[in-house]
């Protein structure tokens, strides 16, 4: 069962369960990892990228976005939208799927966490300070530059000397890492619309005890900020042919 489709889907789906599942380990009361920190989950996202990278590729999407904004990025550069609902219902549908295994996964931890706040942040993003224009343009720089460096390590330029096959999931991988820890301290860099919004469903949908609300009033800043990001990334790569 080969397809794009497919690809984008177990994906990002992995990605998520690599990424909400650590946001849970660090964040749960009575997980071995609680409270081991920024750094873990830091490290945890990047190895969720690694490992959706190459699931996606396995199953079938060799591009592997898993993020709708490097998508709409690629359409920019190209100037073909014709794939962008394939693309983005695969990355949607597979993000509430990860998020859905990470809530079944820590099933018997959500009673036993008091807080409601550190549950939602297991799903989705907030910002450290709420300021939505700041927030904005923190999620819009860190998506930006995930675009334009990703497409940097498949560039003809860098081609030329490397990356050898095989290693460029570790270098995406390794760049998911470098923004977490450089940019991610203002927003939990989201800086993909799909693995925000679709854990934020999984969370105001499942019975999680003491859950509280899904701060919806948010929610709109990862996906606007994440898509104007790639968008402009887009563009830049478009005028720069790289």
């Not at 990470?102 to 018997?108: D, G, I, M």
Request: hydrophobic share 55%; glycine share 14%; net charge neutral.
């Amino acid at each position: 069962m080969h397809s794009i489709w497919f690809g984008e889907f177990m994906g990002t789906m992995v990605l998520l369960l690599f990424g909400n599942g650590v946001n849970a380990g660090v964040l749960l009361r009575k997980s071995y990892a609680a409270d081991s920190g920024w750094i873990v989950i830091t490290t945890g996202w990047a190895l969720g990228v690694l490992c959706g990278v190459m699931v996606a590729q396995a199953f079938g999407s060799p591009n592997a976005n898993l993020n709708p904004a490097i998508t709409l990025a690629g359409a920019v550069v190209t100037g073909d939208y014709a794939q962008l609902p394939v693309y983005w219902s695969a990355q949607l549908l597979g993000a509430m799927a990860g998020a859905a295994l990470v809530a079944l996964h820590y099933a018997p931890h959500w009673r036993l966490t008091p807080d409601p706040a550190a549950k939602l942040v297991v799903f989705c993003t907030n910002a450290a300070v709420r300021s939505p224009l700041a927030n904005v343009f923190s999620e819009m720089l860190g998506t930006a530059v995930l675009v334009v460096i990703a497409a940097a390590i498949f560039s003809h330029g860098v081609a030329m000397n490397g990356p050898a096959a095989g290693l460029g999931p570790w270098l995406v991988g390794s760049l998911v890492w470098g923004i977490g820890l450089s940019l991610g301290g203002t927003t939990g860099y989201a800086i993909n619309p799909a693995r925000d919004l679709g854990p934020r469903i999984i969370h105001a949908i499942l019975p999680i005890p003491g859950k509280g609300g899904s701060n919806w009033s948010y929610a709109p800043i990862p996906i606007v900020g994440d898509l104007v990001g790639g968008v402009l990334a887009g563009l830049l790569l478009r005028f720069a042919h790289l």
